[in-house]
């Protein structure tokens, strides 16, 4: 072990195990966030990441990861060897960087790990977990010599680690309030600092239907080819199937994507709008567009894990997406029984605001702590519960210590007509994959 000009430990190569590798990587810069491209950028130059592949980021508040997915699962029925990027996790580190549609092994993890720690000494600079991570992957995808790269911006766009690769392709899904700490609080600010993805003479494609003047305006500013959801493209939703439209194409009989959600056809037309503007680097067939959405997999967005009673999982952490959590339900079948809610989230997010988004379809609240950090502890929720008049005179509610011990209370006491909701973080949705051993 030495100390690094930055006063760091490093490891220099000797850990063997990803465990001591991630530990390292949590106290290796004093924030856990900085934004900014300067650090990050100095170590990319010394590990010669200059991709030689077509990049397409993606970014937005809620929509990234399926976006992702969906452009994974086309892009490989297309016969290309894929990179995809995403974050966070629900269970693995590994989950974050695929490679041909497979989680990359640790052996491969810890090799792109210390050739980024080489770097990283070499250049002076600390670096965060998630910039490290991100150096990582693209490290990953240049030795596999992969044919395209997806990667999803972790937080806002402008100042986010992976802005430091130029996009062929941009795509924005929707601008709602979250991280206002970094990003500002409006939807205008926050959009400004999702459009920092685009790029001169590169296609930006945005799936928000009431896009911040904030994106088009930067958009304009760089000479970015934005291309916007019910004016350059679109898609028209019919029974069992949909339809998609641009200037230039139209495209018939698709088939509903895989992903559950009102939301998910605005997302498979953002990808088809994406291809089509990319066609003279990425050649993707009719026939790869249907069976990529056909059998697209994103666990933890709306997931269906059981169906009597019903168990359905989502990341949610914000209003935006907590709404459209609701307006799903309500496609769902009738409950004839009561809803059962599962609810864990971090303290530095907007809890009031997405228990008002839903407690309209909630009956019964099992609150639980995520221990971690940033989690919100029970007593908390039931604070915010009260605060939002709910209270056990009209509902029933729980106190957990964990997630588990209320989603095992959640299937000890609903019926076969009963739903059980489990929503709040990916803290929350990973502690539930676990326990059934996913």
């Excluded at 997630?403 to 299937?411: E, G, L, T, W």
Aim: glycine fraction near 8%.
């Amino acid at each position: 072990m030495t100390v690094s000009k930055t006063g760091a430990i490093s490891p220099d190569g000797k850990f063997s195990d990803l465990k001591e590798w991630l530990a390292y990587l949590e106290q290796l810069h004093p924030k856990s966030i900085e934004m900014g491209l300067e650090r990050i950028d100095q170590v990319r130059k010394a590990l010669g990441l200059t991709p030689f592949f077509p990049v397409i980021i993606v970014g937005g508040t809620n929509g990234k990861g399926s976006v992702c997915a969906m452009l994974e699962s086309i892009l490989t029925a297309a016969g290309y060897h894929v990179g995809c990027y995403t974050s966070p996790h629900l269970i693995r580190y590994n989950e974050r960087i695929h490679v041909g549609q497979h989680a990359v092994t640790d052996e491969q993890l810890l090799k792109a790990f210390k050739a980024v720690e080489q770097a990283r000494i070499e250049t002076g600079v600390s670096l965060t977990y998630f910039e490290f991570g991100t150096l990582a992957a693209m490290h990953v995808f240049m030795v596999k010599q992969i044919d395209v790269a997806i990667l999803e911006v972790g937080l806002g766009g402008r100042l986010d680690a992976v802005n430091i690769f130029d996009a062929d392709c941009a795509i924005v899904t929707s601008v709602d309030l979250d991280h206002q700490d970094y990003l500002g609080d409006s939807r205008e600010s926050i959009g400004y600092e999702k459009a920092g993805i685009f790029r001169q003479n590169k296609p930006a494609v945005c799936a928000d239907a009431v896009l911040p003047f904030s994106v088009q305006r930067h958009a304009q500013e760089i000479g970015a080819e934005i291309r916007m959801v019910h004016q350059d493209f679109g898609f028209i939703r019919e029974t069992n199937q949909w339809r998609f439209w641009s200037q230039h194409h139209r495209r018939h009989a698709l088939p509903m994507p895989a992903l559950l959600g009102r939301k998910q056809l605005y997302n498979a037309s953002a990808c088809l709008m994406a291809l089509e503007l990319l066609r003279e680097q990425l050649q993707v067939s009719m026939h790869a567009v249907r069976e990529g959405l056909l059998n697209v997999k994103l666990p933890g967005r709306f997931q269906v894990i059981s169906i009597q009673p019903m168990v359905v999982l989502d990341v949610l952490h914000n209003p935006a997406a907590a709404a459209a959590f609701a307006d799903n339900l309500l496609e769902l079948a009738p409950s004839s029984g009561k809803t059962y809610a599962v609810f864990g989230m971090l303290h530095d997010k907007d809890i009031a605001g997405v228990v008002e988004e839903l407690k309209p379809h909630i009956d019964n609240w099992l609150i639980a702590t995520i221990d971690v950090p940033r989690g919100a502890h029970a007593d908390e929720l039931l604070q915010i519960l009260n605060q939002s008049e709910i209270t056990r005179e009209n509902h029933t509610i729980y106190e957990f210590e964990d997630v588990v011990s209320a989603y095992v209370f959640a299937c000890e006491h609903a019926g076969k007509n009963d739903r059980i909701c489990v929503f709040g973080s990916f803290y929350t949705v990973g502690a539930i994959l676990r326990h059934h051993g996913e």
